[in-house]
Nanobody, 126 residues
Framework: QVQLVESGGGLVQAGDSLRLSCATSGHTFSSYNVGWFRRTPGKEREFVAVIANIGGITYYQDSVKGRFTISRDNAKNTVYLQMNNLKFEDTAVYFC???????????????????WGQGTQVTVSS
């Protein structure tokens, strides 16, 4: 199974930036579609962004569009989530997830993913 490890979370002020990393294992990394999700207490885990295995295809949740950028460096087996102009409501545990499966919903549903990381905490002060 592929292993996923998130890092880069922390405590920042509103308007600041963070870059999260999702390090993945194996030489087959490039074959995986990788998404970012986030969860706050009392809420379901929600889709944030995804990058497909080929073609540079990306998709974002409306609330982060224009502020967050997902990218991947296959040579480093790593997917990044650059988060700019952070807001208090971005506070959450952020998870990365991976799948090789085809999707009709641009991989926005968590049940489309086979492997998950442990999460990294992002806290934004108001």
């Amino acid at each position: 199974q592929v292993q996923l490890v998130e890092s880069g979370g922390g405590l920042v002020q509103a308007g600041d930036s963070l870059r999260l990393s999702c390090a993945t294992s194996g030489h087959t990394f490039s074959s995986y579609n990788v998404g970012w999700f986030r969860r706050t207490p009392g809420k379901e885990r929600e889709f944030v962004a995804v990058i497909a295995n080929i073609g540079g295809i990306t998709y974002y949740q409306d609330s982060v569009k224009g502020r967050f950028t997902i990218s991947r460096d296959n040579a480093k087996n790593t997917v990044y989530l650059q988060m700019n102009n952070l807001k208090f409501e971005d506070t959450a545990v952020y998870f990365c997830a991976a799948t090789t499966k085809w999707s009709t919903t641009l991989w926005t549903r968590q049940d489309e993913y086979d492997f998950w990381g442990q999460g990294t905490q992002v806290t934004v002060s108001s």
